[in-house]
């Protein structure tokens, strides 16, 4: 298996160009050497845990998120990921630029996850913040990890919702849509979006983050379609885009998405 012990931990360079000291980790973490190229839903990581050496899929969700830490130290400390604070921080700024407050926002974070999210969310005031993921371990792990982020939190199928889960949500009266890091690779489903506008108020705001290639023509996960035939048909009027490096890869290229604030048109 190849792969590459980061002997040193390094200084973290944000795009702002802000450099951030490294900081010890608690775990004995291995990658892929860099030399290795592998698609972003193939990527993993070997930790030492309990005396022996685990591979983990960084996609496999629930056991990433069953090891508390772990998530935080291979996606945001070794592979520096900047997508929360980039999409939060871009609805907040557009939301002040529309004389609109965040701390308006009943938000619905969709795919999300441990609650990096929603404790970003709740950094900037907003008034409601309700999580919704598919699996059990991502809300267990939001509990152990971040039990002030979220107000309530669903774990639910957006393609298949029970009537008692969809009631559930309409009663949070959401006019805010929040999706980091999780459209596309066999995470959300186009359906699974459209099924979360569905929750959202007319007139309300969609912030979300997508991989550059996915609005691409030629994408075949179905949203760049998506997107264009629900702008074409004025369900959705895209008001700020800003294309931004999300991560790295294992092979330490930048993976670049896309982060757009848009609206629902009534
Ligand atoms: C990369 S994680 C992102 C977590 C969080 N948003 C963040 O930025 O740290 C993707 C999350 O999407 C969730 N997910 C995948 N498919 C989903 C689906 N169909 N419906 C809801 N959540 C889903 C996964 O369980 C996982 O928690």
Redesign the pocket.
């Known amino acids: 298996m190849p792969s590459r012990t980061p002997s040193q931990p390094r200084p973290i360079r944000k795009t702002n160009g802000t450099i951030i000291p490294p900081t010890p980790t608690k775990f004995k973490l291995a990658m892929p050497a860099p030399t290795v190229s592998l698609t972003q839903d193939a990527e993993w990581c070997v930790v030492h845990l309990d005396g022996e050496w685990r591979q983990i899929r ?2 496999d ?2 056991t990433l ?1 069953s090891i508390p830490g772990l ?1 935080e130290e291979v ?1 945001y400390r070794a592979l520096h ?1 900047e ?2 604070a980039v999409v939060v921080g871009l609805l907040a700024d557009h939301l002040e630029s529309v004389d609109e407050d965040i701390k308006d926002m009943r938000v619905l ?6 609650g ?2 929603g404790q970003r969310l709740r950094r900037f005031g907003a008034e409601r913040i309700v999580g ?4 059990d371990e ?1 809300r267990e792990a939001a509990e152990r990890d971040r039990p002030a982020a979220y107000d309530h939190y669903v774990v ?4 298949d919702l029970t009537d008692a889960k969809r009631a559930e949500l309409r009663e949070q009266r959401l006019n805010c849509l929040v ?4 459209l596309g690779f ?4 186009p359906e ?1 979006f459209t099924g979360a506008l569905d929750l959202i108020a007319d007139d309300g705001w969609i912030a979300f983050n997508i991989k550059e290639d996915f609005l691409e023509s030629d994408d075949d996960t179905g949203f760049a379609g998506l997107l264009r035939k629900m702008e074409r048909d004025g369900e959705l009027k895209i008001e700020r885009r800003r294309r931004y490096r999300h991560r790295l890869g294992t092979d330490l290229q930048p993976l670049h998405y896309v982060a757009m604030i848009a609206r629902k048109m009534g």
């Not at 974070?109 to 441990?114: F, H, K, R, V």
């Not at 999706?179 to 999780?182: G, I, K, S």
């Not at 066999?186 to 489903?189: A, F």
């Open positions: 960084f996609h969700y629930a998120f998530y996606i990921c997508s929360p974070d969709l795919g999300a996850g441990n990096i999210v919704v993921d598919i699996i991502a639910a199928d957006l393609t999706c980091v890091a999780a066999g995470d959300i489903p699974a």
